[in-house]
């Protein structure tokens, strides 16, 4: 039977890369994107490579909101399998813990974090109700170590999405659901995808960082997401997959600042 996946984000970036290859493997696709655009522009590249998308407009960070996607795809499709949460949004203006606005603060777990839950809690019951489905969480690098240019927000909410993702494998274990987390350092550009790839003037820095010498491709991403959304991965719930070419979680230590 064909499965039905839901991926948030994935208008661009790694979100539209996880959305694709899903396609490619024979999944139905529902893409989720807040842009209509960037979801339809999703949807047409997948249909090209002759797989099943659908697009679905929506601001995951409103409960609401959460509710009436989730409840189209269960109306349309009468079940959902997969649930990718790769939402999540770039700090504006990264800066110390002093530095940090509590507005962009607010913004940042809301958009990262916050999405998280309330996908999951909307999507999680009909899982139960089969006694079966895949969640899947995108973490990052700043879960563990300190990454100057994204800021203590971006850390903060990251993290989280980590210890979340433990506390929904325990308790939806028993229900035959699995839940676990994918965690990438920064990802090479692809095409005009920018969404989640690392900018220029961060690339040098990044690199110099990572043992493996270059930054992560978006199928090696990818990749570690269609494993955990598999059969082979049936036994595993909880964990977090490290997509990170070496880093140990040293992170890269910034230069002293003045503290207020």
């Known amino acids: 039977m064909r499965k039905v996946a839901m991926v948030t984000g994935a208008g661009r970036g790694l979100g539209a890369s996880i959305a694709r290859s899903l396609a490619d493997g024979g999944a139905r696709v529902f893409v989720n994107d807040i842009d ?99 969640i899947v969480n995108i973490a990052s690098q700043a879960a563990f170590s300190y990454v100057p240019w994204q800021g203590p927000h971006y850390h903060a909410a990251k993290a989280g999405v980590v210890h979340l993702t433990r506390t929904m494998a325990v308790e939806l274990a028993p229900h035959g659901v699995t839940v676990n987390a994918m965690s990438p350092t920064a990802i090479e550009r692809e095409g005009d995808h920018e969404g989640s790839a690392v900018r220029d003037a961060e690339r040098g820095a990044i690199i110099d960082h990572i043992p493996l010498g270059r930054l992560a491709r978006a199928e090696e991403a990818v990749a570690a997401v269609a494993f955990l959304l598999s059969d082979q991965a049936s036994f595993v719930t909880g964990e977090t997959l490290v997509v990170n070419g070496g880093v140990l979680g040293y992170g890269i230590r910034p230069p002293g600042g003045p503290v207020p």
């Open 36 to 134: 209509r655009d960037l979801a339809a522009r999703t949807v047409s590249e997948i249909e090209e490579r002759g797989g099943e998308a659908i697009a679905l407009t929506g601001d995951v960070s409103s409960s609401v909101s959460v509710d009436e996607l989730v409840g189209h795809v269960i109306d349309r499709e009468g079940r959902i399998d997969w649930l990718v949460n790769n939402v999540a949004s770039y700090v504006r203006h990264a800066g110390s813990f002093w530095e940090t606005d509590p507005e962009e603060w607010e913004r940042i777990l809301r958009l990262t974090l916050t999405t998280t839950f309330l996908c999951s809690r909307a999507a999680a019951p009909h899982m139960v109700q089969r006694q079966s489905g895949r």
